[in-house]
């Protein structure tokens, strides 16, 4: 696994206190300095109002069976990167005509639709929230990541930033959407951390104090470094506690997202780490139709895989050299497959947001 430097120190950053003047004054200052660190603010305005009712029916989903920003202060990447027609998903489309289906609107027999979700009242949503993140400046051609060490390995999306590591094959049609984030890709950024929770992300102390301010939590902090549009969300497998406190923090992370203009992104996840009855993905599941955002059902596609696609760990993914989808043995490769599904997922952002790119 091919981890940045940076992630593996944590110094401790000292706060010094210093005052000068007249003793009273100097105690007042000395006070006031030392006890009003908070944590990066997020933009001014009112809340996004996320939780209109929606038909019981999409609250209770259950699983599928089977850049234009200034220049950054950091800049933080892979050290060394390994490399029809789209699925519409306009809201408006009224057409009864049953499509003609291509190879490309399956991914191991998988209807890309099962899998890359995104029901007309999200494309709506996604639409509002990326209007609130370009009042804040977001860059449109931006995404970042949140997750663990299965995010942290340039087997995981690096590749798409490389043109000799990847052949899109008939999938070519993606190619527009690798070039618009290009960038993005093969970047780690501050909100990766191996063994990283739910309840970790919004907790100061998991940031990198080698980039982050004392107080800032690692999502503020990818944010304030990186100011993307798009946040890929990949947690679950480190809670292996009980739902509550994972819906809890997920919960808390989402508010987030959308209070700051930030489209989030949930991915199921292949593994079973925190029990067979795989409730973390089912909560992200029900989340992802609460909150009408996106849902990268992954899940979906693991089960056509050799062993879900995992290591023998059972946690990280099987990887390959390179993604070349041209390659029949690709499609048995966890990565190769995952990164796919993640560009078909970008892609299907891209295109319900289209018109409303600056």
């Not at 940076?6 to 110094?11: A, I, K």
């Not at 808390?252 to 780490?273: M, N, S, W």
Request: aromatic share 8%.
């Amino acid at each position: 696994m091919d981890l940045p430097k940076f992630l593996t120190r944590f110094p401790v950053l000292p706060w010094p206190c210093r005052t000068t003047g007249l003793w009273l004054t100097a105690v007042f200052l000395l006070f006031s300095a030392c006890t009003t660190a908070t944590p990066t603010s997020p933009p001014p305005g009112p809340t996004l109002t996320h939780k209109i009712p929606v038909p019981t029916a999409t609250l209770t989903a259950t699983l599928s069976p089977t850049q234009t920003a200034a220049a950054l202060p950091t800049q933080i990447s892979a050290p060394d990167p390994e490399a029809t027609t789209a699925v519409s998903h306009s809201p408006t489309a009224s057409s009864t005509a049953v499509p003609t289906l291509t190879a490309t609107d399956f991914v191991n027999g998988i209807p890309v639709s099962e899998i890359v979700i995104l029901p007309p009242e999200t494309a709506v949503h996604i639409r509002e929230i990326f209007a609130r993140g370009q009042e804040y400046g977001r860059n449109p051609r931006a995404f970042s990541k949140l997750g663990d060490s299965a995010v942290l390995i340039s087997s995981y999306l690096t590749r798409f930033d490389d043109p000799s590591r990847y052949t899109l094959g008939e999938w070519d049609f993606l190619q527009p959407t690798i070039d618009y984030y290009a960038g993005s890709f093969r970047r780690y950024g501050v909100a990766t951390r191996v063994a990283l929770s739910s309840w970790g992300v919004m907790d100061p102390t998991w940031a990198n104090k080698e980039h982050c301010g004392p107080n800032e939590v690692m999502l503020a902090c990818e944010v304030r470094l990186f100011n993307p549009s798009i946040i890929l969300i990949h947690l679950g497998t480190n809670d292996v506690g009980d739902g509550e406190t994972f819906a809890r923090n997920m919960r808390d992370i989402l508010d987030y997202c959308l209070a700051q203009g930030i489209i989030p992104v949930l991915a199921t996840k292949a593994d079973r780490f925190e029990g067979e009855d795989n409730h973390n993905n089912q909560i992200l599941v029900e989340l992802a139709a609460e909150y009408r955002v996106p849902l990268w059902d992954f899940d979906a596609v693991a089960a056509t895989l050799p062993a879900r696609g995992l290591e023998e760990d059972q946690i990280h993914l099987t990887a390959a050299l390179n993604n070349d989808y041209t390659d029949p043995e690709i499609w048995n490769s966890g990565y190769p497959v995952s990164d796919l599904t993640a560009l078909l997922m970008l892609d299907g952002l891209r295109q319900a947001l289209e018109d409303d790119q600056p």
